[in-house]
């Protein structure tokens, strides 16, 4: 199985920063990776695909890099709204397999 | 609108079986893979199988963990997705969700998902 490790697992920043959250995979994926969002009690929302393909309605703030085995998604600047877990995803190979995620909170 | 209304949940006993539901709308519901995938109360996300679409005669693929266990399977004339599931055990506890993919350049993505449904498995 492809092992996505997420870091950091949890990050503290305020409204107007600059956030960027990394996930490594164990083996090469080449871009076939996406992004989702989740808020308290919801379902995830998609971000980003394809490594750096954004979502139809998603924020331009939002925009996702990376190929092979690291990856990053980058927040250009935090909005109120963005404050929610994010979770990296790799659809290269059976079993499909998720980060472990990162906890974006307010500083 | 596309949209995925997940329904079937509930308490069931350690060895029991349960069936959601997924009722879909807004697209072309042969024409998409679809995918049901669980998390945990407090946890991560874990992807639980997927549906291929009609021009792939819905096969399937599921992980691991529910192999031999679950089951999916459609009903094209009603839209419905199912989750067929058995043995259940108290890992199994979690929300359920059905994701519609967005297919991109052969790779699907999890591109609308439901409310989702909670199965907890306790006696």
């Known amino acids: 199985d492809i092992q996505l490790t997420q870091s950091p697992s949890f990050l503290s920043a305020s409204v107007g920063d600059r956030v960027t959250i990394t996930c490594r995979a164990s083996?090469?994926?080449?871009?076939?990776l996406a992004w989702y969002q989740q808020k308290p009690g919801k379902a995830p929302k998609l971000l980003i695909y394809?490594?750096?393909t954004l979502q139809s309605g998603v924020p331009s703030r939002f925009s996702g890099s990376g190929s092979g085995t690291e990856f990053t998604l980058t927040i250009s600047s935090l909005q109120p709204e963005d404050f929610a877990t994010y979770y990296c995803e790799q659809v290269k190979s059976y079993p499909i397999t998720f980060g472990g995620g990162t906890k974006v909170e307010i500083k | 609108e596309v949209q995925l209304v997940e329904s079937g949940g509930g308490l069931v006993q350690p060895g029991g079986s349960l069936r959601l539901s997924c009722a879909a709308s807004?697209?072309?519901?042969?024409?998409?893979?679809m995918e049901w995938v669980r998390q945990a109360p407090g946890k991560g996300l874990e992807w639980v199988g997927r549906?291929?679409?009609?021009?792939?005669?819905?096969?399937?693929e599921y992980a691991a963990s529910v192999k031999g266990r679950f089951t999916i399977s459609r009903d094209e004339s009603k839209n419905l997705l199912f989750l067929e599931m058995s043995s259940l055990k108290s890992e199994d506890t979690a929300m359920y969700y059905c994701?519609?993919?967005?297919?991109?350049?052969?790779?699907?993505?999890?591109?609308?998902w439901g409310q989702g449904a909670l199965v907890t498995v306790s006696s």
């Open positions: 807004g697209f072309t519901f042969s024409d998409h893979y």
């Open positions: 394809a490594a750096s």
């Open positions: 549906s291929r679409k009609k021009t792939t005669s819905y096969t399937t």
């Open positions: 083996q090469g994926i080449n871009n076939y």
């Open positions: 994701t519609r993919d967005l297919a991109y350049g052969g790779i699907y993505y999890f591109d609308q």
